[in-house]
C-alpha cells in the first residue's frame, strides 16, 4: 500500500442524519478502506443524499461521528473538506452563466492552485473539446454532468462523494465514469456514490438505507 | 490569496453576466433623468433636493441589483464546490458582496456625477454626493447582501429581502443625504456613514457565511 498517493480511509459510527428538521437515517455503520467504494442503495427519501451531504459536512450531525483516518491518525475534518474531499451532486456544481473552459479553470486555480493539467486534455477525456467556449447553459444534462467530472480530475483529491454519478449519462459516459472511478480506486482513493438499480462498481461494497426512523 | 483573486474576477464575470447590474444603473440613470419631468423645471427646489433624491434611487438600485444573488449559487451547487477549497466561507462571501459593490453600487456613484449636474447641482454638491455614495453604498451593498443570503432558499425571497432591508437602510439615507448637501454636520455625516460600512464589513460576511451554511443543510 506504500507506493499508493492515497491513504484516507473513512470511518462512520452510528451516525444520525436529519432532512429538513426529520430525522430519517439513525444507526448509519461503515468502513471504507484506501481503494474502496461503497455504494449507498435505497428507495426515494431514504436518506441516501442527506448521508452523502453530512459526509461532505454540510449538514449538522444528530448523532454519531464521521472519521477520516491515515492509518490510525485522525484527520481534521475541516482540512480534508479544504483539500481532500470532492461532491458531485445532482447540482453538478457548474455555473451556467460561465463557459465550458472558464468552469474549468476556476476551478483549477481554487481546488488545486499547483496543478499542471492542461484543461483541453480534460476536455478531450470527457468527450467536450468541441464544446470548450460554449456556456454552461447550453450544455445537456449529460454533457453537464460530464463537465462537473472534469472537477474530480483538475484537484486530486483522496474522497469522492457522488450523489447519483450515473444519471444522464449515456453508455459511453457510463463507461467513463467507471473508468475514472477504477483508476481513483487503483491509487488508494475512497468512493461514496448513490445510485439505483443499473449502476455499479465491480467489487464495491454496498449498503442498503431504510428508513427506520421516522420521528 | 490567487484563489481569492481568481474568485473575485469569476464573481464580477458572473455579475455583469446577469441583469441585476444593467438594471439597477437603469433605473438610477433613468429616475435621475426623468425627476425633472415630474417635479417641474423650478430650479432651486431641483436643486434643494437632488441629494436626498439621488439617495433614495441609490438605495433603490442596490435593492433592484440584490434580485436573485445566491439563488443561481445555491441551486447550481456552487456554494457546494466553494465550502469545499482553502477558503474559508466568510471569504468567499466577503469577496462576493465586494464583487456586488462594484458591479451595482460603482456604476451608480459614476453615474451621479452627471445625474447631479442635470438636477443643477454645483459642481461642489456633485463631488460631496458621489463621494458620499462613495462611503456609504459598501453598507447597503454589505447589508443587503446580507439579507439575500438569509433569504436564498425562499422562492420569490427578493419581496421578503425589500421589506427586511428597509429598517438597515434608513440611516445610510439620512445621514448619506446630510453628507452630500453640505452644512455643518457634514463632518460628523461623513463620519457616520463610514463608520457604518465598516461595521457592515466586519460583520456581515460572517452573518452571510452562517445564512448560506444553513440554507444548505
Known amino acids: 500500500m506504500g507506493t499508493q498517493p492515497y491513504q484516507i480511509s473513512l470511518q462512520i459510527h452510528d451516525l444520525g442524519v436529519e432532512r429538513a428538521g426529520r430525522h430519517i437515517l439513525a444507526g448509519v455503520n461503515f468502513k471504507v478502506a484506501p481503494g474502496d467504494a461503497l455504494v449507498l442503495r435505497g428507495t426515494n427519501g431514504a436518506g441516501k443524499t442527506s448521508l452523502l451531504r453530512a459526509l461532505a459536512g454540510f449538514s449538522r450531525l444528530l448523532e454519531g461521528e464521521i472519521l477520516f483516518l491515515n492509518g490510525s491518525e485522525r484527520l481534521d475534518l475541516e482540512e480534508i473538506a479544504a483539500n481532500q474531499l470532492h461532491y458531485l451532486g445532482h447540482e453538478n456544481g457548474v455555473s451556467l452563466k460561465l463557459s465550458v473552459l472558464e468552469n474549468i479553470t476556476s476551478w483549477a486555480v481554487l481546488l488545486a492552485p499547483d496543478n499542471i493539467s492542461q484543461a483541453s486534455d480534460l476536455l478531450d477525456k470527457v468527450g467536450l473539446s468541441l464544446m470548450a467556449n460554449e456556456r454552461a447553459s447550453r450544455l445537456s444534462a449529460g454533457q453537464k454532468r460530464r463537465l462537473a467530472l472534469t472537477r474530480l480530475l483538475i484537484a486530486p483529491r483522496a474522497i469522492w462523494l457522488m450523489d447519483e ?32 438499480e443499473g449502476f455499479s462498481l465491480p467489487d464495491a461494497k454496498g449498503l442498503q438505507l431504510s428508513t427506520g426512523v421516522t420521528a | 490569496m490567487n484563489a481569492g483573486f481568481t474568485l473575485l474576477r469569476q464573481e464580477i464575470r458572473l455579475r455583469l453576466r446577469g441583469s441585476a447590474g444593467p438594471a439597477a444603473l437603469g433605473l438610477f440613470i ?25 439617495w433614495i434611487f441609490a438605495c433603490l438600485a442596490a435593492l433592484l441589483g440584490l434580485e436573485g444573488l445566491f439563488q443561481d449559487d445555491l441551486s447550481e451547487g456552487r456554494f457546494a464546490v466553494l465550502r469545499l477549497t482553502t477558503l ?15 458591479v451595482v453600487c460603482a456604476p451608480v456613484l459614476i453615474a451621479a456625477i452627471p445625474i447631479g449636474f442635470l438636477l443643477g447641482a454645483d459642481p461642489a454638491t456633485t463631488l460631496r454626493l458621489s463621494l458620499s455614495l462613495g462611503v456609504g453604498t459598501p453598507a447597503l451593498a454589505f447589508i443587503g447582501a446580507c439579507l439575500a443570503a438569509i433569504c436564498a432558499g425562499l422562492p420569490r425571497g427578493t419581496g421578503l429581502v425589500i421589506f ?26 461623513f463620519m457616520f456613514l463610514s463608520a457604518f460600512s465598516l461595521i457592515a464589513l466586519a460583520t456581515c460576511p460572517f452573518i452571510a457565511a452562517a445564512a448560506i451554511r444553513q440554507n444548505m443543510e
Open chain 2, 164 to 189: 427586511l432591508a428597509l429598517p438597515f437602510f434608513a440611516p445610510a439615507l439620512i445621514f448619506g443625504a446630510r453628507a452630500a448637501s453640505g452644512g455643518d454636520d457634514m463632518v460628523a455625516a
Open chain 1, 165 to 196: 454519478p450515473a444519471t444522464a449519462l449515456d453508455s459511453e459516459g457510463q463507461a467513463l465514469l467507471t473508468e475514472l472511478c477504477q483508476t481513483h480506486r487503483a491509487r488508494g482513493g475512497v468512493i461514496v456514490l448513490t445510485a439505483h
Open chain 2, 30 to 54: 433613468l429616475a435621475g433623468a426623468l425627476a425633472p419631468l415630474s417635479l417641474g423645471t423650478n430650479d432651486d427646489l431641483l436643486i434643494a433636493i437632488a441629494p436626498g433624491l439621488l
Open chain 2, 88 to 102: 474559508p466561507l466568510w471569504l468567499v462571501m466577503l469577496l462576493m458582496m465586494l464583487a456586488y459593490w462594484i
